[in-house]
């Protein structure tokens, strides 16, 4: 069985726990310490998993391992109805992947982090600017939303995953959704699929 | 044709540039000011091409637009020798395209970036942080590099051209790439390619 190391906390894990189960696809989960001097994600044993340092990290059923989480989405995605087979709409998907890691997460899930773990005070002076990153993030979000369903070709896909994740908890870091309707609009769309499941769930 | 709106100074513009001249594929460039009161990525015209303000952005033959440095490599290397089409490997690309954009580039291209247009002064109060996770990005890096010669399936593909992209020019950011011998090794093996160009070449 596939074996997914993982933190519930983490909405990068959630798009793997998610997706999996939409999928229907068995996994055995294994949950790591992610912060703290207890940090599981840095021992010599896991570093051999992943040389990163971090969930979400999938063991295969050969043995091998998959990190960064908008991969081993890609890898369970293929072949399925959560991934295009239009080359456009699947680069399209990709976009937004990769928006998310570089223009979302590391504001709005970074921010959320930083009240969930208490650490928000030792980052003051970069708390301000993580904000307006983020709030920029759903700007573009809430633009690309106001025309359309889903991200990608009117259809459900795993770039909604993706900005799913961190987008649905994005209250948790003290961020406002209610100047951006079409982004909340969105949100239930994503909630009402089929499978869904809670961040907290595995 | 292809029209890339890009600008030369950018590592993740040359990632397109470099991989379209390795394909063969025709191209137009428009060079658009990145930085200052005449930035010209975030105008209404081009938030109309990408809505995140950002270069590199393509303008496809039908005139539909398509961003994210990655997403684009993607998009034209599908079918090419630089995509492979094993499952996994195709997922380790993304795998590493997605480090690049995570733990890579916020770091090494950022400090390269505050160098290169005067601005590190402003970021003082950031800079060790960023230098610090830039060398941990090529301690990952240089792990796996020590028994591969690419990144991935032993072939030159386009995530060799995303993390080449940023790390040959990491010493703009006063980067040392001293103590990092197999990531050295591999930079001269990609500089090896058939029709390789420089990042200041179009």
């Known amino acids: ?63 091998k391992h998959l990190w960064e989480s908008n991969a081993i ?49 030792q980052n003051r002076a970069q708390l301000a600017d993580r904000v307006e990153r983020g709030y920029a993030a759903l700007g573009v979000m809430e633009s690309h939303l106001s025309s359309r369903r889903f991200f990608v070709a009117e259809r459900y896909s795993i770039a909604d995953i993706a900005l799913y994740a961190y987008t649905h908890v994005a209250d948790e870091g003290k961020f406002d959704l209610a100047a951006y309707p079409a982004v909340r609009a969105w949100l239930e769309r994503v909630r009402a699929q089929p499978k869904h499941i809670p961040i907290t769930q595995a």
Request: some cysteine; hydrophobic content about 40%.
């Open 73 to 121: 989405q890609w890898y369970f995605a293929e072949g399925s109805p959560l991934l295009p087979v239009d080359r456009l709409a699947r680069a399209q998907v990709l976009q937004w992947m990769f928006f998310e890691q570089y223009s979302h997460e590391p504001y709005i899930a970074v921010v959320r982090a930083w009240h969930h773990f208490g650490l928000v005070e």
């Open 1 to 63: 069985m596939i074996r997914l190391y993982d933190n519930l906390v983490s909405g990068n894990g959630y798009k793997v726990r998610l997706l999996l189960t939409q999928l229907g696809i068995p996994f055995e989960l294994v949950q790591l310490e992610i912060v703290g001097p207890k940090r599981e994600t840095r021992t010599p044993e896991f570093l051999a998993r992943n040389p990163n340092g971090r969930i979400p990290c999938v063991r295969l059923e050969d043995g």
